[in-house]
């Protein structure tokens, strides 16, 4: 099971983050949303009540994924759930929602690429932007502005 919706002190806390800049802040986010940080492949934090892992994708345009990881996902590593936290110059807009089967699933590759990418040496960076407008199309958990 994963987030249905936020509280307040969530949204407040989300509302209070500076989202701006390359990578990380993956701790901001964990404390705002009042998750415990979990340093695992594929996994940015854990909810410590539900137990539930989430990978974290900070963005405000495309967000790129390694197709060859994905690719080589096991069963339950594709019941991980993703959210998507969207920022514009830095101030959060939105949350939203899948699992790594929901990122595969908007990708919308046929078997034969995908076998091609599993089959991609490590390393080859063969990558997909998956678009902002795709990203809107999961779970919407809260939307500001």
């Known amino acids: 099971m994963s987030i249905k919706t936020l509280n ?4 407040i806390n989300l509302l209070g983050l500076n989202l701006a800049g390359k990578g990380g802040k993956e701790n901001e986010i964990a404390e705002a949303l009042g998750h415990e940080r979990n340093h695992q492949p594929l996994v940015d934090a854990q909810c410590p009540l539900s137990g539930v ?3 974290y994708k900070k963005q405000s345009g495309c967000q790129w994924f390694d197709l060859h990881k994905l690719a ?3 069963k339950e590593q594709k019941g991980i ?4 936290v969207v920022h514009k110059a830095g101030k959060f807009q ?3 929602q899948t699992t790594y089967q929901g990122v595969v699933n908007a990708i919308g590759l046929k078997q034969k690429e995908w076998d ?4 991609a040496p490590a390393g080859a960076q063969v990558k997909y932007a998956l678009k902002l407008a795709q990203i809107q199309n999961f779970t919407c958990l809260t939307k500001v502005g």
């Open 116 to 119: 091609w990418a599993k089959k």
């Open 8 to 11: 307040q002190q969530q949204i």
């Open 94 to 96: 939105g949350l939203y």
């Open 53 to 55: 892992l989430y990978e």
């Open 72 to 74: 080589g996902l096991t």
């Open 81 to 84: 759930a993703v959210l998507f």
